[in-house]
């Protein structure tokens, strides 16, 4: 009797390293703000008042550093024990894929313009690093969106982890009594969404026919998107010059 051949054992899975940068802008930025936070503590409301809030007035009279400074300054312990909490998270996240130079335009332009929005919006001072990290959420929820085929089931329980915090975080900024400034955050989240829309990496998986090895290639390479992000980033601050001193 011939014995049927044994059927093959299936192939195990295997891991391809993706690219990646080793996270440090997100470290470097916990420092400053914690920098800061000290010198708040040393210096007092003086200190903060003269530095870090949005003041609408005086940015209208021409301060249009106020536009900037308010990133790295918190109203409080718990403000900025939140904020680094979330910063630390997500930064440690979305950096990797990234890279420091992408990371960097994400979270600054975000903060700047979600300051900006609160300040086209919202009469009272303001300030933090909320609208900042709110883009690097937007960032985060369109790269793993954009790369759900590649991550599969664990990507999107991810994906749908992160909208969840978005909508609950948005809720809680409308609630009375808050004293959240919404609209920094929704300037944020929309510029970071944008612009890592442009500039996150859309990874596909390519097997050489001969070695038979696979690799992460990037379809969205930052190469092809230099000119999208300054012309993005040149009406963003035209924009912003006309607002201001229109």
């Known amino acids: 009797m011939i014995q049927p051949a044994n059927p093959p054992a299936p192939s195990r899975p295997r891991s391809i390293p993706l690219p990646g940068a080793r996270p440090a802008c997100t470290y470097g930025i916990l420092a400053v703000t914690t920098?800061?936070?000290?010198?708040?503590?040393i210096w007092?409301?003086?200190f903060t008042r003269q530095y870090g809030l949005k003041i609408?007035?005086?940015?209208?009279?021409?301060?249009?550093?106020?536009?900037?400074?308010p990133i790295f300054f918190h109203a409080n312990i718990l403000h900025f024990f939140f904020n680094m909490y979330a910063l630390y998270n997500v930064g440690l996240l979305i950096e990797r894929p990234l890279g420091y130079s992408k990371f960097l335009i994400i979270y600054?332009?975000?903060?700047?313009?979600?300051?900006?929005?609160?300040?086209?919006?919202?009469?009272?001072d303001s300030l933090g690093a909320s609208g900042a990290i709110f883009g690097l959420i937007g960032a985060l929820a369109v790269f793993?969106?954009?790369?759900?085929?590649?991550?599969?089931?664990?990507?999107?329980?991810?994906?749908?982890?992160?909208?969840?915090?978005i909508?609950?975080?948005?809720?809680?900024?409308?609630a009375?009594?808050?004293?959240?400034?919404?609209?920094?955050?929704?300037?944020?989240?929309?510029?970071?969404?944008?612009?890592?829309?442009?500039?996150?990496?859309?990874?596909?998986?390519?097997?050489?026919?001969?070695?038979?090895?696979s690799t992460a290639v990037d379809r969205n390479p930052f190469s092809r998107r230099t000119?999208?992000?300054?012309?993005?980033?040149?009406?963003?601050?035209?924009?912003?010059?006309?607002?201001?001193?229109?």
């Open 167 to 174: 909508v609950i975080n948005l809720l809680i900024s409308v």
């Open 108 to 124: 600054f332009f975000s903060g700047v313009i979600g300051v900006f929005a609160s300040f086209l919006i919202t009469p009272a």
């Open 44 to 46: 007092g409301y003086s």
């Open 176 to 213: 009375p009594g808050t004293g959240i400034d919404l609209w920094g955050h929704v300037g944020g989240l929309v510029t970071g969404s944008a612009l890592a829309w442009i500039l996150a990496p859309v990874w596909t998986i390519q097997t050489d026919p001969y070695t038979g090895q």
């Open 56 to 69: 609408n007035d005086l940015i209208l009279q021409g301060e249009f550093w106020r536009l900037v400074t």
């Open 35 to 41: 920098l800061v936070f000290i010198g708040q503590q």
């Open 144 to 165: 793993l969106y954009r790369n759900y085929r590649l991550f599969g089931a664990p990507g999107r329980n991810l994906l749908y982890n992160v909208v969840f915090i």
């Open 227 to 246: 000119l999208p992000v300054f012309l993005f980033l040149l009406s963003a601050f035209i924009l912003t010059l006309w607002l201001v001193v229109r």
